[in-house]
């Protein structure tokens, strides 16, 4: 199965979507740059001058290795993703989804460059692939994200350059058209980048903000048909679920919603760490649904909660929203030890559906923060 | 059927709205004006002595032609609004719906003035019509937004003043009372307006924010009942959905979410079109569900997303957050060219429900911010 | 019945929160007080030599006494919560829950200090109780909110000393851990606190907002189940309906949404009321799903929609957003005599669900703001 889905009729009367990538791609012939980019753009021979590095990608919850404040000038940053379709376990009772991955983890891997840098994707779909993918990048400008200048058939690679213009943190996701679109991205195909500005984080005042560590959560919605006795149905290939998702899908009403990838990818003994007085760096993206974050004993100290960091970042909140298609960023430097619970604040959702993760914080606790006057005890 | 529901106990035990608009009438009768408005309130006299002007309406997307910058004094702008209930088709199914429309659309036309304006509506139902019906607005203040003052019964109409004293955009919509109010609503009748600061629109800085166009993209869910063969049912007469509706409307999911009235209304064809260079505004409205606009491809520039021009926008977002019963604003300057898709970011909402649209912009790539590096090749 | 409902299956494989407790618990042990709160900690001896008051608890949608600025320092502030489990009817129809309480309400009651006080809290929980409870402060910092020092078996009490470091409107819930934390929210186990600037609320640009009265607004979801014939089940004891609960939850769609507990609560007799000019203070919590308040006829004048007052308001809303797991508060001067309907502007949750409030406001009408030119006439 493909999603040449000309014959099904939900595709067809749906399939608006995908002509977009048609003409998109028809308009990018023009060689010319031209001078409607916000920052200086540079010429084709400034642009092959610049500095070029390789960012090795890391699976998620983890960040490639990066400087907060950028040293030098504009660089070409090389990034190679490859896409994998792959069975997933998604629960403890062992449901499957044919998840559909970059690099083979849900969430894809964090890129992380400084504003005005330049990324350059190489994306590649193994022969082995059932389906066409390609990858719309929410902080790039044009041709749908790259959407249509990246679609590519199994066997088939290609290279996508984009300027980071905007400052903040971005959903990038599969978009192959019609409803393949929300297909891959609620199977798993999406991830987050991060661009930094140049000089780093600041507050309202344009004081900087640096974070001592990172993590990359991707919140899943995934859509799993059951049976008639109500057990989640166990395909052979990918996709083909693909009729079956479209009815549960169409009800708006996630089986699961994770944390990346699966129910206690982040919990137990996956669980994040850090320690009292470590400002850490919370990046929660949510491709397709909204979110809201929250840190269980903690807060968020600056939030972006619409992931721009050309705005100041909000202060002290206990809960922040994230919409569907959006990414978010907060900080929060630790101030007591122990086991923190980060979750999406519907506490069905967290709990039921499975989107909580666990912080497990060293240090020394803090009387005056927090005190147990009197332990539980029977009723005087 | 109209709105005297009593006889369904639904309605009976729901109908605590109801009651509001005859309390809220028995209120009205002092013809004093108290000094707590904000800006300096003008007496009968000075209002009467104020230029008048009429305001054409024109369908949405498309909004009346208006100054960015008010030139002279506040103005009573008159505006006249004729309900019109008309089954309309929703989907390339030709599934249909019996919708409540101002002036014949779904959504009703956009009003623009600028701040301390008045708008001076007629509201008018046609003998030929089934309900009562009135209008909510949000941008003004008192007697349920103007809804206690203008419940008509077909045949009659009426007219409103109020004036716009806080810069935004806003939603209005019908709200006859109980049940009847969401029922209203959600069959399409509700719209916006656009209350411009006398100055025009500012950055946080308060440089002057303008567009080169500006266009009126109005949500809408609808809940459409099915029969037992899961096809949607087609009704004889506005209304005869009614307890069907009741039922669906509970599930909280809808059948549908669509831009301005049914899927492919903006699509195709009817897309939107731009140039690159050109700077864009577009009014997002949602009178009853949350919604995430983003633009693929683009992003916003300047956002208003809770649609209150008071406060600064936010700047650079991949997507906003429209909480229901409310408009947001943003204004995007294109910098590509190619075709660009305007979703509800909840991917499944956008393509499985509806709710997308197409912007077609003209102009010269700008390969500074995107390149196609290596077209889709085998791989290496 | 209780929460050890290991043999639960669904419950086991979402029991991770649980074991939270317990190691979030064995981290406490150090009583040396680390220098890591934001604000100037208070050794044990300093703290102990502070002034204590005894805050009296009062129903929602009352808030205790209090002073806006702060007479003095910091003070212990000692409030005392029984936990009540009783059966409520929660709308018309006579529809019943066996509601998990702090001191017998939905929500519980509103706590109000200023930043920087100390909250001394005696936890109580009755032997006639059929469950552990326990209690999470969003605006406390550590141990899960206070979770992990507060759980209580039927017969015990405790006390939980937190500073309130961070200034705002925050969610407090009882989170005994595993399925049983939504559980427990979802039957009506939340309130909110306010911790107020020392010196007050302030505008964007340092100028001191006050208010004349406030009310406090809980908005809560249900999830009650149904039998074979639709009717929603009544249950002889707390607890009873928890598996039936997890699969109605499952749909995240509640039953019911209402204000305060029941529908109607705060409608009709039970209206909040008010003046034309004065301010009122509103605060909503919303402990597990999303909503947005709106005033029918009125504003948001000065919205604080993250409930964080580190942030400045927003000024002149429609409608705002609050995120579930998050309190907001909004401040309006009313213009306008009349009955204001206050609702979460999903109109469906609002009126088929319940989410509905009545504002009865006395004063002399404005028509500089609103004027009804024409009454309903027959159409000339």
């Not at 970059?102 to 840098?117: A, E, K, L």
């Amino acid at each position: 199965m493909n999603n040449n889905t000309a014959n099904h009729p939900k595709v067809s009367r749906r399939s608006f979507l995908s002509s977009t990538a048609a003409v998109g791609a028809g308009l990018i012939v023009a060689d010319v740059i031209a001078g409607t980019a916000q920052a200086a753009p540079l010429s084709a021979k400034e642009i092959a001058a610049l500095p070029r590095i390789t960012q090795e990608m890391v699976a998620p919850p983890f960040l490639p290795k990066h400087d907060q404040v950028a040293k030098g000038g504009p660089k070409v940053v090389e990034v190679r993703f490859v896409i994998e379709e792959k069975k997933m376990v998604v629960d403890e009772d062992g449901s499957e989804i044919w998840a559909l991955t970059y690099n083979g983890s849900v969430p894809g891997p964090m890129i992380v460059v400084h504003q005005d840098d330049y990324i350059e994707l190489t994306l590649v779909n193994p022969a082995s692939s059932v389906l066409e993918h390609n990858i719309d990048f929410h902080a790039s400008t044009g041709a749908l994200g790259g959407g249509a200048l990246t679609l590519i058939s199994p066997g088939e690679e290609c290279v996508l350059r984009f300027r980071a213009s905007k400052p903040g943190v971005f959903v990038y996701h599969c978009a192959p058209g019609g409803v393949m679109t929300p297909y891959h991205v609620t199977h798993g195909m999406n991830g987050a980048i991060m661009v930094l500005p140049r000089d780093g984080l600041k507050d309202k005042d344009g004081k900087p903000i640096t974070y001592d560590k990172a993590f990359f959560v991707g919140e899943q919605d995934y859509y799993l048909p059951r049976d008639a006795e109500g057990e989640y149905i166990k395909y052979d290939v990918a996709a083909e679920d693909f009729s079956d998702y479209l009815e549960v899908a169409a009800t708006l009403t996630p089986s699961h919603i994770v944390f990346n990838g699966a129910v206690g990818a982040l919990t137990g003994d996956n669980a994040l760490t850090a320690k009292a007085g470590e400002a850490v760096l919370f990046i929660h993206a949510q491709a397709n649904r909204d979110s809201r974050p929250h840190l269980i004993g903690g807060h968020g100290d600056y939030v972006w909660s619409t992931g721009s960091f050309a705005d100041a970042p909000q202060i002290g909140l206990e809960t922040w929203m994230i919409a569907g298609g959006a990414a978010g960023a907060a900080i929060y430097t630790f101030k007591q030890p122990g086991l923190y619970a980060y979750v999406n604040h519907n506490l069905i959702e967290a709990i039921i559906k499975g989107a909580a993760a666990h912080v497990m914080v060293e240090g020394k606790w803090d009387d005056d923060l927090m005190m147990q006057v009197k332990k539980p005890t029977a009723i005087n």
